[in-house]
């Protein structure tokens, strides 16, 4: 990453970018990761999902970040249907 990619400024976000961090390449990724499922059973399509978030998480290498793209993750997941866990 570049000192410019890690630069990130607090926001609405918690720090999170709003640019297209793929330079256009969003697509390609999208197609990187489905690929990456075929042929998975949904324990191993699970387990690589894990696995990928804390290679990606380690990368970004931010706990604030990470707990912002969290927190993101998750309120998406509400708004689409899903109720939020009880406590």
Do not use: C, Q
């Amino acid at each position: 990453m570049t000192g410019e990619t890690m630069a990130r400024k607090p926001g609405a976000t918690g720090g999170l970018r709003r640019d297209d961090g793929f330079s256009g390449g969003a697509d390609g990724v999208y197609e990187s990761l489905i690929r990456a499922h075929r042929g998975l059973g949904d324990d191993d399509s699970a387990a690589l999902n894990a696995r990928l978030v804390l290679i990606l998480a380690h990368e970004v290498g931010d706990p604030e970040v990470v707990a912002a793209a969290i927190a993101l993750a998750r309120g998406s997941l509400h708004r689409a249907g899903s109720a939020p866990d009880e406590v």
